[in-house]
């Protein structure tokens, strides 16, 4: 038990109110900021996320009991929100608070490890897709249609039903695995476009291998989309996550997920709402925080939303 849970939680708040206001002091100077935070719910959205992931990283400071120990079945059972438990406790009498930073932890891990590994795979398809045309292009496109045709849902459930319990390394993998096709066909647009352009032309003029030209001109010259694609996609995948765990086929209990955290309370809707209602509440605030990030990011680095003098 962190007898000063409570300030430490306080403190992250803190910081995170200190890192936006700095990000948005920052960002005004540089005109893709401006219109970043012209954006109702940019500087909104960078507190949001910067506070979850604060209290995720400091966890085992800013929470009091253990997130999946029973403390009292009888006593502490489906307990409402007290000075002792700030978010109440739910049916298995465990603190709702510590579940809910804990359960933060995997949440986001799996948002951001599962997308960072779909934007990887998604961007280097379409820039060799987009780079090397022809019967390459074809097929690779062939593929990513399969792909955008077939529900992904259905590839997630038809992958988890050959595992009694799913591993959240493995998890991570699935979705991340079946989650490029949309940037790959966001890439290969841009590609498309990029290799007529003059230093691509003047590199392979001089003899630049194809791979050799995709890593050093192309992607680093399509990052927008990229960029874009992540933080747009982290917050679809946390909403995936959640949904599969609240079915049973995601992070299994008694590891806490915002998604079974729902599970477990949804038979005591009704006595005990806040067991569901404040993962909940999670959810919706860092998805939205991240969509809004998400929006505000391709505003500002729409290259149709530039003026001449801006800099």
Known sequence: MIAGAPVISLGAVAIALLVSLEAQRRGIRRAWGRRFFQHPLAWFGIFMVTTFVLLAIAAPWVTRYPPSQPLDIIALQNRPPSLLHPLGTDVYSRDVWSRLIYGSRVSLSVGALAMLLAVTIGALV????????????????????????VPRIYLLLLAVALWEHLPLVLLVLIIGLTGWFGTSRLVRAEVLALREREFVVAARAIGGEPGRIIARHVIPNVLTPIVVSAALGIGNVMLLEAGLSFLGFGVQPPTPSWGNMIADGAAQLATAPWSTLFPGLAIALVVTSLNAVGDALRDALDPRRYRVGDA
């Open 126 to 149: 379409g820039a060799v897709a987009g780079y090397m045309r022809g019967g390459i292009d074809a097929v690779l496109m062939r593929i990513v249609d399969v792909g955008l045709a």
